[in-house]
T-cell receptor
């Protein structure tokens, strides 16, 4: 079974600065998907960024980018020019590319609470 | 877009009653829907996976007779908490994946259930 670990329960960043959230995972599979989801105080889970393991190029979405290190099984999220609205819980998630039902499920990390200081 | 709604957003019920929570994909057909439970300050715990027209697949430790899941159409799944007890109080979140992009889940806003 796959596991996802987020070693930082809480992080804080000054507005306009850059912050990196860590995520590591354990798997024996060679192909899979990785995600970062954001959960603000409203509790609505929002997809931030998606990475396909077979792609070497790191995914980016505006101010959000990832550092995907497949050999190290590391998938960190970098938030540039942090804004007050970035304050939220951030969850890293893993998805297999496998048989139908088993391949669909997401395995989540424990989450990192990001605080943004004005 | 990929919008998922849940209804109700909050529900309070008495112990022993049943509560139904609806999850709808508003602008896409959801081949698969998922139900999660989230405790305060914790991560999401997958309860079950459902595909349209077939029985749900429950995760280990989740009572299928207590948490009834129905996925009657490509846009609607329901979770019924039967004979609810205070320990069932939690935040329940559904998600759905599109046929054309099955690898990504889009989440609903969640339902806060409080059992008195």
């Amino acid at each position: 079974a796959q596991t996802v670990t987020q070693s930082q329960p809480e992080m804080s960043v000054q507005e306009a600065e850059t912050v990196t959230l860590s995520c590591t995972y354990d798997t024996s599979e060679s192909d899979y998907y990785l995600f970062w989801y954001k959960q603000p105080p409203s509790r609505q889970m929002i997809l931030v960024i998606r990475q396909e393991a077979y792609k070497q190029q790191n995914a980016t979405e505006n101010r959000f980018s990832v550092n995907f290190q497949k050999a190290a099984k590391s998938f960190s999220l970098k938030i540039s020019d942090s804004q007050l609205g970035d304050a939220a819980m951030y969850f890293c998630a893993y998805r297999s590319v496998g048989v139908y039902n088993a391949g669909n499920m997401l395995t989540f990390g424990g989450g990192t609470r990001l605080m943004v200081k004005p | 877009g990929a919008v998922v709604s849940q209804h109700p957003s909050r529900v309070i019920c008495k112990s022993g009653t049943s509560v139904k929570i609806e999850c709808r994909s508003l602008d896409f057909q959801a081949t698969t829907m998922f139900w999660y439970r989230q405790f305060p300050k914790k991560s999401l715990m997958l309860m079950a996976t459902s595909n349209e027209g077939s029985k749900a697949t429950y995760e280990q430790g989740v009572e299928k007779d207590k948490f009834l899941i129905n996925h009657a159409s490509l846009t609607l799944s329901t979770l019924t908490v039967t004979s609810a007890h205070p320990e069932d109080s939690s935040f329940y979140i559904c998600s759905a994946s599109k046929r054309e992009r099955a690898d990504t889940q889009y989440f609903g806003p969640g339902t806060r259930l409080t059992v008195l």
